[in-house]
């Protein structure tokens, strides 16, 4: 039986399937496991000490963080909070770890309340898909909500190290954080601009099918005036 020879060329669907040879625990603490990976690629690459950091609580569906974006009476609802690796204050919206057995949903409603006061309904919280915060390095997926808070609840500041003020803005205000520089967390513009063009998107087809209901009243009334 003649034996068939393999081309060194690799299939183009192959290309990207790297292969993890080793794995070694650097580290960990309460919430990470730190590791250096050896990864290799069909077409000879080869990295050592390949640095992951991975959350060590997962939801089923592979969820690690929450970040959701508080929307009260139409403002905007943001933290300002001490950030050791950056060494400064920054402005995120709250967000934080799953806990092992925990949905994403609960998870983000836990995690609003013990940051800023503020509690929401279920039906109130809308998802925003999800995103890979740092994907070079983090082995994370983070979840984004909005959660539309009735007006009138009382809001505050978590006493977690390192948070210092909770503060409610308008669409101008949070936009010109934007434009200023003074919101450079990914999770937290992503989690405005996707509730904004969520908002923006329903607002156009309330108003269209409005329109749509004033045409057939006037059709209508052309038609029993044709009669």
């Known amino acids: 039986m003649s034996s068939k ?3 060194g060329a ?3 669907r192959e290309r990207h399937r790297h292969v993890l040879e080793k794995r070694v625990h650097a580290c960990d603490n309460l919430l990470f496991n730190i590791y250096f990976d050896c990864i290799s690629s069909p077409a ?3 990295v050592e000490r390949f640095l ?8 089923r569906a592979g969820i690690t963080g929450v970040a959701v974006l508080p929307v009260v009476d139409g403002r905007f609802g943001l933290l300002r909070l001490y950030r050791h690796p950056v060494a400064s204050d920054v402005w995120e919206v709250p967000r934080g770890f799953v806990d092992a057995g925990e949905s994403a949903a609960t998870a983000a409603l836990r995690e609003l309340e013990e940051e800023t006061g503020l509690s929401c309904r279920n039906s109130k919280l809308i998802p925003l ?3 890979f915060p740092e994907a070079g390095i983090l082995s994370a997926q983070v979840a984004l909500f909005a959660a539309e808070v009735a007006p009138g609840k009382r809001v505050g500041v978590s006493a977690e190290f390192g948070h210092r003020e909770f503060r409610l803005m308008t669409r101008r205000e949070f936009e010109r954080k934007i434009e200023n520089g003074d919101i450079k967390d990914p999770t937290s513009l992503v989690a405005y601009y996707k509730y904004v063009g ?3 998107g329903r607002a156009r087809r309330n108003t269209t099918g409005q ?3 004033a045409t057939r009243k006037v ?4 038609r029993k005036g044709a009669r």
């Open 211 to 213: 329109g749509s209901q």
């Open 10 to 12: 690799v299939k183009p």
């Open 5 to 7: 020879r393999t081309s």
């Open 198 to 200: 969520k908002f923006l």
């Open 44 to 46: 000879g690459e080869r």
């Open 219 to 222: 059709t209508r009334k052309t």
């Open 129 to 131: 898909g999800k995103i």
């Open 52 to 59: 992951v950091v991975s959350p060590k609580h997962r939801s």
